[in-house]
């Protein structure tokens, strides 16, 4: 699949962000990430399933930042809103194939903290995480920075 392929199913619209919203954008899924690794440090109190959390909605934000800066958006009425973003940034950031795949088994977890019975996180998982996500913020900042 493809975004034109995304947008023919009605997932995703084309769509006008100026600079300054896409800066902004990233500048949140930074300070997010920030304060979850900050918290994982111990300088902060959170437990491993709240800090996997930050670290998701880091990654859910630079993805929308990789969207918004090709001018694109997931449409709201998409079902699926994060399944979505996280597969059309992948079209996108293409070098980070196995990482995107990991992001993906990363939001049905998260989903399961949120709206199911999961309750705990191993600290293995939460490294592989914090790695999977300063690559792609990387890779994001270097596409928004051209």
Known sequence: MSLNQLQENNQIEKFYFSKEEVVDRFSKAVR???FAVKNMKGEGDGDYDIIYSNIYDSIRLACETILWHAGFRVKKSSEGFHFITINA?????????NEF???????????????????????TELKQAVLDA????LAVKKKISK
């Open 89 to 97: 940034a992948s079209y996108i950031l293409i070098n980070l194939e």
């Open 32 to 34: 997010v990430f920030n």
């Open 101 to 123: 795949r990991r992001l993906q088994k990363m939001r049905k977890k998260r989903n399961l903290f949120d709206y199911g019975n999961l309750s705990s996180i191993s600290g």
């Open 134 to 137: 300063k690559k792609l913020l």
